[in-house]
């Protein structure tokens, strides 16, 4: 190979031609340096014939600047991030920074420095040393990362290093990965599950088969899908589980370490640099065997993968919003084609665009009808809140309240549901009506009363709570209106001061090793009550919760989202199902004000087919998807009539295709993010359309400056 084409992780340049220096054994797939200018640049080597550009002649060929020294990306992965630079409209090297997340891993074996708390207090007490030692309490990584995470500078840690209370580890960067026994500890399944895992394995290592693994919580889909894995390991295969929330890995984990003896490697954002170079390197080598990690999981260069399984396939978290803006679920599938190898949706409560796929027939479905061990789905009950209303200033309704009662005094744990973060989700003075609002976006700001502050969810800018109003100066005039989890939980302090009671939202169990910690209160009956958004919807087992109170269950049904009510389903099914997993039968209330909307009776009924079977309909005869495509066209900057103006000409600039409608330009419904204006069009194109088509022949004729952005979302599930 006298000559090679790189592309390279840079998204403003295209591919670069090379010469390969002899001696240098480069092939298709081989992650070079090559040299730009005074730079060096990391690239892969790719097949000309599949990234077109203008030819460069021998002579004028710069030679390449180095070989790294691991396993090249496989062909597979090539043509996976080919598929999804084309389908999302995204730059191939914003799909390659994904393969190659960690440049560290890419250097030879060393040894490495970080850095962790000796319980030592420095003599010298800064805030911001201070802010360090409680941030940073059960911590250990390098420099760098521990200052990202205490919010602080690296100077403040160095001093801290100085001062005693920050003592250096060293840590063995390639130390031997854990190998998963597939025999350690095999389950005792009943005959469908027994059914339903002979069917998985038979599909291990016989081509692409993608199967939506349907059952009802509690049904054991974990231990049969664990089944596959165990095969995957016996031929010698990877396999990969792919999560939606980090704070459900640690729960995987331990039940995974119970079966095979071992943890997985996982792979999440929370890992320190050193466990991302090992985890990388072993997925590349092939000795990581088994992957449990996030949606980033996916384009790691696996070396011999043998099976895909993505839990809890329903999860909108599945769903990339920055950057490349893929969809987990749906890219995995795709990595089981080009690989050849089965991918397993698992859900209890399915999209209904996976549902379209097992009944047009490109997937096969397998069922689990009933709760593992003889438990029993939940019995759920309505209490209408215009008929048994909270007391004024209250968000509990008293049956509710009369049913927790009845649980603590069974000495049994309860859940009371809220997919609203905080304190309360809008601040305002009662004297001059002022409402608190986040300077960087159209959103308002949260009182969180736990942390002392006021924040905006969407670009994370806080503010502590002012004692006198801004624009009217009065004082002690700030009232906190509706209710977030905080707040509830203060009401179940007020009316049960004995209750253990914990929050569990992202703000409270940020990491794999808090929800450990969470976990374990709860086997040990550390906790009477929980009160949580959805993080607690997926995933746990607690055998003692036998009751789930959903606090506002008309919330996620406001608003003009095509998923709202299919949402709204699967969070309260979701949630349902935590209660009643062991031997004690499980009860569920849905406060609502609507007891006749057709999401809650179908939940109450039990009638979830006649639900997604009028949802499907619905779909079908407004041609949205899986019946039709949507794809949003986002135009920001931080100069308003600059975004309003690009987003004028992108709209006159619309071509008339049959089968395509364009809406917009108009103001996004978050009309500003983090500092930026935002201007949205939205495409509604028939499913049979080449939607990514027509959009880059449509942008490649409208120019822009360069402080405006226009992001393209195929498939959006966002419509902020």
Known sequence: MPRVRVATLNAALGPLDYRVPEGMAVEHGSIVVAPLGPRQLIGVAWEAERLPTEEVGDNRLRPLAGLIDVP???????????????????PLPAVLRMVLPSSSALEGSRQLTEYRLTGAEPERLTPQRRQALERLEGRQGAIRE?????????????????????????????????CPNPDFASPALNGE???????????????FDPVLLDGVTGSGK?????????????????????????????????????????????WHSDLRSSQRRRSWRGIASGEAAVVVGA????????????????DEAHEPSFKQEDGVQYHARDVAVMRGKFEDIPVILSSATPAIET???????RYRELRLHSRFAGARLPAMHTVDLTRDPPPRGRWLAPSLVSELQANLEAGEQSLLFLNRRGFAPLTLCRSCGHRFQCPNCTAWMIEHRLMHRLACHHCGHVMPPPRLCPDCGEEDSLVACGPGVER???????????????????DTIWSPARAADFVEQMEAGAIDIVVGTQLVTKGYHFPNLTLVGVVDADLGLQGGDLR??????????????????????????VQTHDPEAPVIAALVSGDAPSFYEAETEARREAAMPPFGRLAAIIVSSEDKEEAEGVARRIGHAAPEVDGMAVFGPAPAPLAMLRGRHRQRLLVHAARSLDVQDVIRDWLGKVEWGSKVRVAVDVDPYSFV
């Open 72 to 90: 090249p990306v496989p062909a597979p992965l090539r043509r996976l991030c080919e598929w999804t630079a084309d389908y999302y409209l995204s």
């Open 146 to 178: 521990l200052a990202d995470h205490a919010g602080v500078s690296d100077t403040v840690l160095r001093g801290l290093v100085n001062a005693g209370a920050l003592e250096a580890v060293a840590v063995d960067a390639d130390k031997r990965l854990d």
């Open 193 to 207: 599950q027994q059914a339903a895992a002979a069917s998985l394995t038979g599909a291990v290592g016989r081509g």
């Open 222 to 266: 974990t231990e049969v899908y664990f089944e596959a894995i165990a095969e995957c390991l016996r031929q010698g295969k990877q396999a990969l589980v792919l999560l939606p929330e980090i704070a459900l890995t640690e729960p995987f984990l331990k039940r995974f370490a119970a079966r095979f003896g071992c943890a997985p490697v996982p």
């Open 295 to 310: 949606r980033s999981a996916l384009f790691l260069p696996y070396r011999n993968l043998g099976l895909i399984v993505v």
């Open 355 to 361: 549902r379209h796929m097992v009944e047009i027939g």
């Open 488 to 506: 509830i939980a203060d009401e179940v302090q007020a009316l049960f001061p004995e209750a253990r009671t914990a929050i569990v939202t992202s």
């Open 564 to 589: 709202a009510a299919e949402r709204s389903f699967q969070q309260i099914a979701q949630v349902a199902g935590r209660a009643g997993r062991g031997d004690k039968p499980g009860r569920v209330l």
